[in-house]
């Protein structure tokens, strides 16, 4: 059942997490100054300093959560149909607390809305495409 789980999940909530020890909570527009913050920086070989940030971590780590994700759509077991829904609700909480929460109205928490929106719009696209393509085949035989 752990299959059904949309893993984008786990950015969400650790952004929430972050949103809320912020003073103030949900309401709280301290949040894009917190995921502005500088984590450690990493000398370049052109002799300047790339700052890494708490985005910026999240960030990356969501999009090697997004790349595990794509992969699992590709399946086309029973249990990914749940999967699809699970994160297309996912997808509507991530857009209501982009627009009506001040603390998730940062380009962080955006960036990461729109990579569940990508990963609700690749499950459709590619269970659409191997459903015709099992159709193609049973019209073969």
Request: with cysteine; aromatic share 12%; charged share 15%.
């Amino acid at each position: 059942m752990f299959a059904a789980f949309p893993l984008l999940a786990l950015p969400v909530l650790i952004y929430n997490l972050l949103a809320l020890t912020v003073g103030g909570g949900f309401s709280s527009d301290g949040a894009s100054y917190r995921f502005g913050e500088q984590l450690f920086r990493i000398h370049m070989a052109s002799r300047v300093d790339w700052i890494v940030s708490w985005g910026d971590l999240l960030l990356g780590a969501s999009l090697i959560v997004l790349f595990v994700e794509l992969l699992k759509s590709t399946t086309s077991r029973k249990v990914a149909i749940i999967n699809h829904s699970l994160s297309m609700v996912l997808f509507i909480v991530c857009l209501v607390q982009l627009l009506l929460l001040p603390a998730f109205a940062t380009s962080v928490f955006f960036l990461i809305t729109l990579m569940v929106l990508l990963d609700v719009l690749a499950g459709f696209i590619v269970t659409i495409v191997a459903a015709r393509r099992d159709v193609d085949f049973g019209e073969m035989r």
